[in-house]
């Protein structure tokens, strides 16, 4: 844990922010939209939203969730991508050793956190936020002395050729896709900064995690899932990497 006291609590006030943008980010390139210079506003109505309405957590909570204008709720995914990424700068606290790969495992875990959304609520997983894990990934490879950044490219290459094997692989035998190339560009940035012989194990808790996921559907009588039914594989990589990292 780093001792710069001043950098986690500026990072702690950071994470609801870097939420906050990272729910325009998801939203907006899914709808293909602005994501700079289009102001924030409110999608019912149109009203622009002021600065006091747009207080990390705080202003959601104060509003009930709703615009001040015509009182139509905001979407619930907003506020707890604000949530997520205050968490990610504590479990970044708590893995960092050292200020600056303090800062660079909260820079991964909040694209991690606007990848897992982007796959839940949109089934796309953005080249921009998966660009941004793999540098990333790279930078935590360099700040790890037992590995450095040779072995966080061939752990980004190796886990990229894996997926893309199953990904072919799956093709071939089902006639139909099973795995995203956004999968396979994820797991090049995971395998960056977690290590070749880690990402087993982040795919292992990634299928564990879906298995549950479906299972819960299954006890709440939708039956069993349809052959073709769509998984945000996506996010449940990002789950296995974040019990990997903790593990």
Same mark, same amino acid.
């Given at each position: 844990?780093?001792?710069?006291?001043? /950098?986690?609590?500026?990072?702690?006030?950071?994470?609801?922010?870097?939420?906050?943008?990272?729910?325009?980010?998801?939203?907006? /390139?899914?709808?293909?939209?602005?994501?700079?210079?289009?102001?924030?506003?409110?999608?019912?109505?149109?009203?622009?939203?002021?600065?006091?309405?747009?207080?990390?957590?705080?202003?959601?909570?104060?509003?009930?969730? +709703?615009?001040?204008?015509?009182?139509?709720?905001?979407?619930?995914?907003?506020?707890?991508?604000?949530?997520?990424?205050?968490?990610?700068?504590?479990?970044?606290?708590?893995?960092? !050793?050292?200020?600056?790969?303090?800062?660079?495992?909260?820079?991964?875990?909040?694209?991690?956190?606007? /990848?897992?959304?982007?796959?839940?609520?949109?089934?796309?997983?953005?080249?921009?936020?998966?660009?941004?894990?793999?540098?990333?990934?790279?930078?935590?490879?360099?700040?790890?002395?037992?590995?450095?950044?040779?072995?966080?490219?061939?752990?980004?290459?190796?886990?990229?050729?894996?997926? /893309?094997?199953?990904?072919?692989?799956?093709?071939?035998? +089902?006639?139909?896709?099973?795995?995203?190339?956004?999968?396979?560009? !994820?797991?090049?940035?995971?395998?960056?900064?977690?290590?070749?012989?880690?990402?087993?194990?982040?795919?292992?808790?990634?299928?564990?995690?879906?298995?549950?996921?479906?299972?819960?559907?299954?006890?709440?009588?939708?039956?069993?899932?349809?052959?073709?039914?769509?998984?945000?594989?996506?996010?449940?990589?990002?789950?296995?990497?974040?019990?990997?990292?903790?593990?």
């Amino acid at each position: 844990m780093p001792a710069d006291w001043p /950098l986690v609590v500026f990072l702690l006030l950071l994470g609801p922010a870097i939420g906050s943008f990272l729910g325009v980010l998801v939203d907006r /390139l899914a709808a293909g939209g602005d994501v700079i210079l289009r102001p924030s506003h409110c999608a019912a109505c149109g009203t622009r939203l002021q600065w006091r309405d747009m207080v990390p957590i705080v202003s959601a909570l104060w509003l009930g969730g +709703r615009c001040r204008s015509c009182g139509t709720a905001f979407p619930g995914h907003l506020l707890r991508i604000e949530v997520a990424g205050l968490l990610a700068v504590a479990l970044a606290v708590s893995q960092g !050793q050292g200020g600056g790969q303090t800062v660079v495992m909260a820079g991964f875990l909040w694209c991690l956190v606007g /990848l897992f959304y982007a796959d839940l609520l949109y089934f796309r997983l953005p080249d921009l936020l998966t660009g941004a894990l793999f540098l990333l990934g790279l930078g935590l490879a360099a700040f790890d002395p037992a590995r450095g950044i040779v072995d966080g490219l061939l752990s980004a290459v190796i886990a990229s050729g894996a997926f /893309l094997a199953i990904r072919w692989g799956y093709r071939a035998w +089902r006639g139909r896709e099973g795995l995203g190339l956004g999968d396979v560009k !994820q797991i090049a940035g995971i395998g960056a900064a977690v290590g070749w012989a880690e990402v087993p194990w982040v795919a292992l808790f990634a299928a564990a995690l879906a298995l549950v996921v479906v299972g819960i559907d299954m006890l709440r009588g939708r039956g069993l899932p349809a052959g073709d039914m769509r998984l945000p594989f996506g996010s449940f990589l990002v789950g296995g990497t974040v019990l990997t990292l903790i593990v």
